[in-house]
């Protein structure tokens, strides 16, 4: 009798477990997916605007028949002194509960970046529902919520669309990589400064928002990733465009692949070399006190396309081209380097690779690191192989008639 009792006692625990596993389930009928969050300062006075970029399901349902003509997104902003407060208060206006397990994207608009960002994301480490691994952009010359608001053509999420702006060309040019949540956390606690991809908005942010934009071959308006915001003690201090930018990314050993336009030697036209390996190595040591930044770049590459004729099947061609290579990326180096110190920024985490390798030394300048980093030395080595010269040795040469 009790070994019964026993027994069914034990099937009624059981019961009550598996039925107590959905007591706080959601319905995804009642949910709002924040695809993207666009953070801005408030003009005069302290606190926040945040911005919320939600999918619309009424328009997502086209493709299953719907003949809706709403736009793919929804904005709800709100704003309040801290950012979860406005999380909070962005009840008031939207119909269903945020829902933060899709966030893609964080934007900050550049002059809160300016105040600074330390305080921005403390809520994404204690909060269980936002996402460490959220890209971060800052929106230039612009506010984050006018960046949010662009609907885009080849993608139906705008946010996803900037995503993968950056991450293709990332993947195969170099200016820019994929900056989250994470590593701007470890920025600001790091012994080195860091940097966030920049977004730049490109015509009428207003024409954007319509969805009439979206029924141009050739939209008027849209957004282009745009250089690297430069970090310091939290607070963006300057930005670095084009061969600064790359040069940043050739030091941080973030170059996927790239392409170097280079002289021909024997003609003033250029020479493409696609650049689909490359390697750094950094080691920083002090001499008397002063550091020095040893950086050791091999890069190697394909020619896709040449000017003029130019016989790569010649050997001393080919090594001219490679040695041209070499100075066009330390030279795209030197001005990163030269920036950074100017800034007295060091963005290029030496004094992390410092702090590793030689604590004892570390020690001795951490307090002062940022101005002695900029009366630092880089010595720079470059080495550069091409591998390919595509489908032919020799350009073809026009039949006179």
Known sequence: MKSKLALLLAVCLGCSMLLSGCWNSRELNELAIVSGIGIDSLDGKPGYRVTFQIINPSSSSQT???????????????????????????????????????????????????????????????????????????????DAASVLKLLTTLETMPSMGLLKKMQNTSRVWGENRRVTVFEVINGITGASDFTINGVQIVGNAVEGEKKSSLEQSDPMVGSLMSGLGVFKEEKLIGWLNGPESRGTQWVLDKINETNINVDSPDTEEDIAVNIFYSKTGVKVELKDGKPVFHVRIREEGIINETGGFVDLSKEEEMEALEQSVEEKTAAEVRLAFEAAQNMKSDIFNFGNELKRIHPEQWEKVKQDWSSVFAEGELDLQVEAFIRSTGMRLKPYIPTKK
Not at 83 to 99: E, M, N, P, V, Y
Not at 106 to 114: F, K, P, T, Y
Not at 123 to 130: D, G, K, N, Q
Request: without cysteine.
């Open 64 to 142: 299953m028949g719907s003949t809706s003509n709403q736009p793919p997104i929804v904005i709800v902003s709100s704003t309040d002194r801290t950012i979860f407060g406005a999380l909070r208060k962005a009840s008031r206006r939207a119909t269903r509960q945020l829902f933060f397990a899709h966030t893609q994207l964080v934007i900050i608009g550049e002059s809160l970046a300016r105040k600074g960002v330390t305080s921005i994301f403390d809520i994404f480490e204690r909060s269980h529902e936002l996402r460490l691994n959220s890209a971060v952009l800052v929106s230039k010359d612009a």
